[in-house]
């Protein structure tokens, strides 16, 4: 079975443009998580969802991050416009329950 | 404010030694405790976990042990191999959320 799937792996743009990145999570998971991981600040909760409904979205940084869940298999997280301390490793990672999280191989941004 | 403190941002361990990696945290609302390993350009995936109402949980060459009274836990590895040098992160977990600690890397020397 096919674990968390995120893409892009690698993403450069330059400040003020969209970025887009999105996630399929495990296929029976209830539970969506976004991560940020910088070298300053560690793994970081952004937001997550259970059966597709954001919980808690305390952890986005601003109003220029936006995460949505159409469908059980989808999320995305947009940053719109971005900015270069938005640089960092953004990973995806679901579970049954939020405890044993399966993550992604992440989204690595870099905005110049 | 971090819940959550590794506070050896790198150890190295001779093949075949033992590898101790320590936490402490600060909320008592955690109810269990979990240990995640990362290799480089790949997520961290799931190692051990243990239960606030334990003090130890052991998988093979793995074992966290807990002291509640100090908000201390540790992850021992024994005997520890090169393949085992990554980064190890510390994560409690409380009110449907983790909280990870900043990591610690592992170099295990062949």
């Known amino acids: 079975d096919a674990g968390v799937i995120q893409s892009p792996r690698h993403e450069v743009t330059e400040m003020g443009q969209e970025v887009t990145l999105r996630c399929k999570p495990i296929?029976?998971?209830?539970?969506l998580f976004w991560y940020r991981q910088t070298m300053m600040r560690g793994l970081e909760l952004l937001i997550y969802f259970n059966n597709n409904v954001p919980i808690d979205d305390s952890g986005m940084p601003e109003d220029r991050f936006s995460a949505k869940m159409p469908n059980a298999s989808f999320s995305t997280l947009k940053i719109q416009p971005s900015e270069p301390r938005d640089s960092a490793v953004y990973f995806c990672a679901s579970s049954f329950y939020p405890g044993e999280l399966f993550f992604g191989e992440g989204s690595r941004l870099t905005v110049l | 404010d971090q819940q959550v403190k590794q506070n050896s941002p790198s150890l190295s361990v001779q093949e075949g030694r033992i590898s101790i990696l320590n936490c402490d945290y600060t909320?008592?609302?955690?109810?269990?405790f979990l240990w995640y390993k990362k290799y480089p350009a790949e997520g961290p995936t799931f190692l051990i976990s243990i239960s606030s109402i334990k003090d130890k949980n052991e998988d093979g060459r793995f074992t966290v042990f807990l002291n509640k009274s100090a908000k201390h836990l540790s992850l021992h590895i024994v005997p520890s191999q090169p393949g085992d040098s990554a980064v190890y992160f510390c994560?409690?977990?409380?009110?449907?959320?983790?909280?990870f600690g900043k990591g610690t890397k592992l170099s295990v020397i062949p």
């Open positions: 296929s029976g998971h209830d539970y």
């Open positions: 909320n008592s609302m955690f109810d269990y």
């Open positions: 994560t409690g977990a409380g009110s449907y959320q983790l909280t």
